[in-house]
């Protein structure tokens, strides 16, 4: 009944008010106390027990909180920050946010590799049985499977190519293969580079026969995994693919953060779209057609980068760090929470 919390009940004096409570008192506010908090009994059954009313039983409840017998201290693990996520959350919308402490001895390097961890956890919780489960292509993502201890049956699909197609076994197709091992479901890898050369080349890929079944889940899923990168070298690995003539010109279209292929300006706006005629990635109205999307994304380097993709309206839940939180924290959430899944070139 209070597992998130720890209770303490003492039928000893906590405090002066306290004192003026006779020992019988006391100690039937101890009793009932112990049956409510940590035996989770009913305040009807504690009522029948002691032969009083239910409303005798609550005023005395409500005596052991005032008069310091019941002690509540609300307690999560010490690597979760519960008051930043609570605050991240409100402040753009989420449905849930999740803010890990930044490690001690971290510099400023992205995602840090607990994020994966407690990103696992949370997918235990969103993913029911029968879902559609949807991994894009990132470090945080691969980070995530490779924690992931608990899945109810699920199907698994990859929702982007791979960052290169040599590396496949080390990257997102194992990464669906061992979600799908641990959730005891059927995977869908790809087996294609995300970027490729030209439009043709990429439509052709698209469909061939593994590619095209994977991508008719894509209007299946339910849970989306992804990541986010900020547009400099090794953290966004599209800026990294692109040659320098190319880099230089989505910069000047403004572009702050990328997503699964997709390029975000500060404002959450969509820019570069040509992009993504040469990638395999799940298409930026299908995500938003996705129930729930989970980014996983930290450090001080990709606050802007995070912030620009939830003003975007794709992702609907976050799992960051302190040290992206407190920036993200400090800027503007935008007109549109990204709870509302609203396009802001709308």
Known sequence: MYSSEEIAVTARPAGRSALRMGPAELVQAAAMARRFYLEGKSKIQIAEEFGVSR???????????????????????????????????????LRHAVVVESPADADESPDPENLGEVAAD???ELVAEGDVLGLAWGRSTIHMAAALDRLPPCTVVQLTGVYDAGTAERGSVEAVRRAAQVSG?????????????????????????????????????????????????????????????????YASLGVAAEMSAHLFDTDGR????????????????????????????????????????????LVTSLVTDTAAADLLLAAQPGPRPALERADPDD
Not at 61 to 88: F, G, H, W
Not at 279 to 303: F, H, W, Y
Request: one cysteine or more; a negative charge; glycine letters at 8%.
């Open 185 to 249: 479901g059927e995977a869908h890898p790809i087996y294609a580079p995300m970027l490729l050369p030209d439009p043709a080349t990429a439509a052709a890929l698209r469909h061939q026969t593994g590619i095209a079944r994977a991508f008719e889940y894509f209007d299946k899923v339910t849970v989306a995994c992804v990541s986010i990168g900020s547009w400099e070298p090794g953290i966004s690995t599209v800026h990294d693919m692109l040659s320098d003539e190319e880099r230089a010109h």
């Open 122 to 124: 949370l997918l235990g």
């Open 55 to 93: 409303f005798k039983v609550a005023r005395v409840l409500e005596t052991a909180l005032e008069r310091d017998l019941v002690r509540i201290e609300i307690r999560v693990p010490a690597e979760l920050d519960a008051e930043r996520s609570d605050a991240l959350r409100a402040h753009f919308g």
């Open 270 to 313: 969509r820019v570069g779209r040509d992009l993504g005629e040469r990638c395999i990635t799940v298409e930026a109205d299908r995500l938003r057609r996705i129930p729930e999307v989970v980014a996983i994304a930290g450090g001080q380097r990709k606050a802007e980068a995070i912030g620009a993709v939830l003003r975007s309206g």
